[in-house]
């Protein structure tokens, strides 16, 4: 009896950490997916969108809508990464456009401010990474025929959740995603998660030695607040758990990882791919030549280490591999 006892005391105590450290809150409430039928009215959306008002956006951080002025076989949809803004994808949509495709860039909340560590970051939230994702993927819905969604970094996790929640998606295309950090041990961040939702809100420096000196795109930020961060870890496990139970519903991903990349734990990326094909998604894995020893953000043309020359072919191929994509031309709005 007593043994039973220490049994069922040990056991609520376990369950009581696992409450405590491991699990994390579900999402909020979440828009229920509204896909935008007609290319006007995905138009008006993504126009409207883009021009909503967030005191201190820069001007050349707004959302982008590239269009053929109608509907078009495909679309794209590219999802920025953290601490940046969609600057930082528009020589890659230019790209897209180019061959055809009509693109959206939206931007997530509290970046591309002009202030270069803003407080108003640490608002950030799991569910404003989802809810832009949805809003993003339903505009998209109008402007192709097939949809494609791409995102970088936080916009490849966002993309990641994105894919096991809408059906409607052909192809989520996840560069360097943001579901494991080299800092981070992958099994244990789910306690990295809650320590990051508790810890004082501490600012920490992409570059702690050139701190506001350290080279780099002037629309990004020095760094970001712990709480912040901790919508991205958050949203990480988050994913992780639906991968180890079920199949993305997007019909195919790609996923892209960089052997140099100094932020992401490309292992742990893996084994969420590992689990998306146990249960018999459809994803192929890519990996960038070592050789060209590339930075986390391997997309934004002012990193001063890009490569993009390289790289967007490579991501381009990629992302519509085995499809077939004519390059009619057309002015764009």
């Not at 039928?37 to 021009?51: D, P």
């Not at 579901?179 to 099994?187: H, K, M, R, V």
């Not at 789910?190 to 701190?211: C, G, I, L, Q, S």
Request: net charge positive.
């Amino acid at each position: 009896m007593r043994r039973a006892t220490w049994f069922l005391a040990g056991a609520a105590a376990s369950y009581a950490i696992y409450r405590t450290l491991w699990r994390q809150p579900p999402l909020g409430v979440i828009p229920q997916a509204r896909p935008i039928q007609t290319y006007a009215e995905a138009e008006s959306a993504a126009n409207a969108l883009i021009a909503a008002y967030e005191p201190g956006v820069r001007p050349d951080c707004t959302g982008k809508l590239l269009t053929h002025g109608r509907q078009t076989d495909r679309a794209i949809v590219l999802l920025h990464g953290f601490t940046n803004c969609p600057r930082q994808f528009y020589a890659l949509a230019e790209r897209y456009f180019e061959r055809g495709y009509n693109v959206f860039v939206p931007r997530f909340p509290y970046h591309g401010l002009y202030h270069r560590a803003p407080k108003e970051l640490s608002n950030l939230t799991s569910e404003d990474l989802v809810r832009t994702g949805m809003t993003a993927v339903d505009i998209g819905r109008g402007l192709g025929r097939h949809l494609t969604v791409m995102g970088l970094s936080m916009g490849g996790l966002t993309a990641a959740w994105l894919a096991h929640h809408r059906a409607d998606i052909d192809r989520s295309v996840l560069v360097a995603p943001a579901l494991a950090f080299q800092s981070i041990p992958f099994p244990l961040m789910p306690a990295y998660a809650t320590f990051a939702r508790v810890t004082p809100n501490r600012f920490y420096w992409w570059d702690p030695e050139r701190k506001g000196s350290a080279p780099g795109p002037e629309h990004g930020y020095y760094g970001f607040h712990v709480r912040a961060f901790h919508a991205l870890l958050r949203l990480a496990v988050l994913v992780g758990q639906e991968a180890a139970t079920s199949a993305p519903m997007a019909r195919s991903l790609v996923v892209v990882v960089n052997p140099t990349d100094e932020s992401i734990d490309n292992d742990g990326v893996r084994a969420i791919v590992r689990r998306w094909r146990r249960h018999g998604a459809n994803v192929l894995l890519y990996e960038i030549p070592a050789a060209w020893s590339l930075t986390h953000d391997l997309i934004d043309p002012a990193q001063p280490t890009q490569q993009i020359d390289r790289v967007y072919p490579l991501l381009i191929k990629w992302s519509e591999y085995p499809y077939h994509v004519a390059t009619p031309s057309s002015d764009h709005t």
